[in-house]
């Protein structure tokens, strides 16, 4: 079983829909989760992170984490045409913030007009 | 956010011959650099963790003679492919972190490698 889940989608939504992206994990010493975002041919750029359980909202982005369930989430709202790109969750080891990172497999999102 | 360079974008190499990559970090220093490697429609996965003026400690599977680290200053770092064969084409992905505690990880733009 590998550490990160992720289903790799792809996702494809109109302009304007709610995007639900989702990944589950094994190891419970993970404390911080975080979303990257990758375009095509492109290193991954850090979109959110949260600590612990809870959720966090920036702009259109919320993620959500239930530590008791080992599943995170991430939220977009009114996604626009510029979102498609794949989206990876991402978790550092050893309850830091600034561990070596598992990555998931990422969610390939295109949102057309 | 801090800015971290690749070169060269996309390299072409004939089978058997070595391939440098150079990962620098413009604007910050970096005492840590990470190296990942991605294949189309996967995930990244880390090779390797260099420290400045350490040996750098690879992943299980990862060939350390075959991929040869050096992070000789806190703003580059280089990742030679030796004997590079069809199967090591692949994006090639690094990253670059602070020694201050809590400090993210920023990625470079890739390296993509094609061996003919």
């Known amino acids: 079983q590998k550490e990160v889940e992720q289903d790799p989608g792809p996702l494809s939504v109109p302009e304007g829909a709610i995007v639900s992206l989702n990944c589950t994990y094994s190891?419970?010493?993970?404390?911080?989760f975080m979303w990257y975002r990758q375009y095509s041919r492109k290193g991954p750029e850090l979109l959110m992170y949260?600590?612990?359980?809870g959720n966090k909202e920036d702009g259109r982005f919320t993620a959500q984490v239930d530590k008791s369930s080992k599943y995170i989430s991430l939220f977009i709202r009114d996604s626009q045409p510029s979102d498609s790109a794949t989206y990876l969750c991402?978790?550092?080891?050893?309850?830091?913030?600034?561990?070596?990172?598992?990555f998931g497999q990422g969610t390939i999102l295109t949102v057309h007009p | 956010g801090a800015v971290v360079s690749q070169h060269p974008s996309w390299v072409i190499c004939k089978s058997g011959t070595s391939v440098k990559i150079e990962c620098r970090s413009l604007?910050?220093?970096?005492?840590?650099m990470f190296w990942y490697r991605q294949f189309p429609k996967q995930s990244l996965m880390l090779m390797a963790t260099?420290?400045?003026?350490?040996?750098?400690?690879?992943e299980q599977g990862v060939e350390k003679d075959k991929f040869l680290i050096n992070h000789a200053s806190l703003t580059l770092s280089t990742l030679t492919v030796t004997s590079a064969h069809p199967e090591d084409s692949s994006f090639y992905i690094c990253?670059?972190?602070?020694?201050?505690?809590?400090?993210?990880?920023?990625f470079g733009p890739g390296t993509r490698l094609t061996v003919l």
């Open positions: 991402a978790m550092p080891a050893g309850g830091t913030s600034y561990g070596k990172l598992t």
């Open positions: 949260t600590y612990s359980s």
């Open positions: 604007d910050f220093q970096a005492t840590t």
């Open positions: 990253s670059a972190r602070s020694g201050r505690a809590g400090n993210e990880q920023f």
């Open positions: 260099s420290n400045e003026g350490s040996k750098a400690t690879y």
């Open positions: 190891n419970s010493a993970f404390q911080y």
